[in-house]
């Protein structure tokens, strides 16, 4: 029998669609600042900010919330979504949406925190990586709302002329740009800065003094960038818009630096989940994450109140919960958040772990992918495609006995001489690939 709290919980964070416009300045007030970044100054500032509410509730006119996304890659992972979460948070208060695609400053790449050049990306690779991004984030944020704005900052960008570029820039001292830290390492290693990089933090204001929004949204490693918002439409005579910015998400090992903090969420790093992947798999790799990084990405990932999230955390802690149910809820919650909430797909991919996992776990899940043998094509072959991990990969898992097949009762570890049979001679054999990737040759 699920326990009381959690099935409570649970209720609210599946429920996105919940109409929040009903809440006060002050109620709205205190869910925002409940996610804002635990770094100083994560909002420019918060009393300025209950004023804007305020404000907009008495004239009933929502505020304008920026948000830009650079396209430099065709995936999302969920570490990128902790503001599109929040963003659909304003959302459903009521205030208006404008989102921008950077596709602008995508050829030019965004150097926060780098200390190495982003190669440049063409006008070509930026439309393909558009073409996947509408979808990713339309998982998170109801992108079919009329109200929403969208842009692509080229939009403006490549209508601006030098003169006026001139008028804005002058003002900007280049001694201020340097201050930046990722700026100063590569400097010191020896790593050049493009005129292009050292601009993109003025291009991105500009996209503030072009749209006028009240309040913009970012990760932390976008400080300065949003500063520099403030700046250039202050520089503007406009009002400054108020930055919030969030937490970066931890990745999914726990892995900290030599400083102590976690490390961040990062595909060169592997430590990622992509917010296409499939549920069973989305599901399974946050029940394999430490317990310390659950209750970050509660706060970051979910829509939980502090309030529930201490109560939540006393109960594990009490022993009133098991920790394996908390972080049960949350797979629930981040496979519903990112599978536009649906109940079908959620238990699905508990069913399947529970299969491979639980304590009614079968030799066979029903997720066990059925491949048709290929004619001349090896074991080793036939496993890389349909795991979609490499040949070179392939072969150090089966090094490590993580490549098995079904020998009667149990898995035993495939050889490395296994791997160069031809599929055909496999046909019929069930091989589990990791933990959770089930094949079996048809």
């Known amino acids: 029998m699920q326990n009381i709290l959690i099935r409570s919980i649970e209720e609210k964070l599946m429920n996105p669609e919940e109409d929040l416009t009903y809440l006060t300045a002050e109620e709205q007030f205190k869910r925002i600042m409940d996610k804002v970044s635990d770094l100083p100054d994560a909002v420019t500032s918060g009393n300025d900010l209950l004023d804007r509410l305020r404000k907009s509730k008495k004239d009933g006119i929502p505020l304008k919330i920026k948000f830009g996304i650079d396209p430099t890659g065709p995936e999302i992972h969920i570490g990128h979504c902790v503001s599109l979460i929040n963003l659909r948070l304003f959302q459903r208060m009521g205030h208006k949406i404008v989102l921008v695609i950077g596709d602008f400053t995508a050829m030019i790449g965004d150097p926060s925190g780098r200390i190495e050049d982003r190669p440049p990306l063409t006008e070509e690779q930026v439309k393909i990586n558009m073409a996947t991004y509408e979808e990713q984030a339309s998982r998170i944020i109801n992108l079919k709302d009329t109200d929403i704005e969208r842009y692509c900052n080229s939009s403006w960008m490549n209508k601006i002329t030098m003169k006026n570029w001139v008028e804005i820039i002058k003002n900007i001292s280049v001694s201020q740009l340097m201050q930046r830290e990722d700026f100063r390492k590569r400097l010191n290693i020896g790593v050049g800065i493009s005129l292009a990089e050292l601009e993109y933090a003025l291009f991105m204001g500009y996209d503030s003094v072009s749209l006028k929004p009240d309040i913009e949204l970012g990760g932390v490693d976008q400080f300065l960038n949003l500063h520099m918002c403030r700046q250039m439409m202050e520089i503007s005579k406009l009002k400054p818009e108020i930055i919030i910015t969030y937490n970066l998400l931890s990745g999914t090992t726990g892995v ?62 009490e022993g009133i919960i098991h920790p394996k149910e908390a972080k049960q809820l949350l797979a629930r919650v981040i496979v519903g958040t990112f599978n536009y909430f649906d109940k079908g797909i959620v238990a699905a991919s508990e069913t399947d772990f529970n299969q491979k996992f639980g304590g009614k776990s079968v030799l066979i899940p029903e997720s066990t992918q059925m491949v048709n043998y290929s004619e001349g094509k090896s074991l080793k072959e036939v496993l890389s495609k349909e795991s979609a991990i490499s040949k070179s990969e392939l072969v150090r898992l089966v090094q490590q006995k993580g490549v098995r097949m079904l020998i009667g009762e149990n898995y035993e570890p495939v050889s490395i001489e296994d791997l160069s049979k031809q599929s055909i001679e496999c046909k019929g054999n069930i091989f589990r690939v990791g933990k959770r990737k089930y094949i079996k040759i048809i």
């Open 256 to 317: 900290k630096d030599d400083q102590g903090r976690l490390v961040k969420m990062s595909k060169s790093k592997g430590n990622y989940i992509p917010i296409v992947a499939e549920p069973s798999d989305m599901y399974g790799k946050v029940m394999s994450i430490p317990d310390e990084v659950m209750w970050i990405w509660f706060r970051e990932l979910t829509e939980i109140t502090s309030e529930d999230l201490k109560d939540l955390k006393s109960e594990v802690e």
